[in-house]
Nanobody
C-alpha cells in the first residue's frame, strides 16, 4: 500500500510560519508530480502548489511569495514552507503524489489524510 502522511500542521498566529512535510512510503518504483492542496469550510478544495519531477514549482496566486515548495533529497517526500500566514490560510492541507507501484500498473494519484492548519488573528 502506498501511504502519504502529512506532518507539521497546527495553530499559529497571523504572521507566523509553519512547515508541512509529506512522507511517502510503500512499494513504489517512481514518483512524478507532487503537491499540496487545501480545503477550508465552505470552500472547494484548491491547489496550493505543485512541483514536477524536474523541480519546476507552480504556486497559486494567493500564496506566491509566501509559500515555498520543495522535494526532499530522496525524492520520496515534499515540503511546504509557509511564511507570513494569514487567517485566510486556515484549512485542511492535503499532500498528493503521482506514483507508480509496478510496471504493470498505471500511474495514479495518491493522497494523504490531511493536516489541519489554523491561523489566528
Amino acid at each position: 500500500q502506498v501511504q502519504l502522511v502529512e506532518s507539521g500542521g497546527g495553530l499559529v498566529q497571523a504572521g507566523g510560519s509553519l512547515r508541512l512535510s509529506c512522507a511517502v512510503s510503500g512499494s513504489i518504483v517512481g514518483i512524478e508530480d507532487m503537491g499540496w492542496y487545501r480545503q477550508a469550510p465552505g470552500k472547494q478544495r484548491e491547489l496550493v502548489a505543485t512541483i514536477t519531477r524536474g523541480g519546476i514549482a507552480n504556486y497559486a496566486d494567493s500564496v506566491k511569495g509566501r509559500f515555498t515548495l520543495s522535494r526532499d533529497n530522496g525524492k520520496n517526500g515534499v515540503y511546504l514552507q509557509m511564511d507570513s500566514l494569514n487567517p485566510e490560510d486556515t484549512a485542511v492541507y492535503y499532500c498528493s503524489a503521482r506514483a507508480l507501484i509496478n510496471y504493470r500498473s498505471p500511474w495514479r494519484d495518491y493522497w494523504g489524510p490531511g493536516s489541519q492548519v489554523t491561523v489566528s488573528s
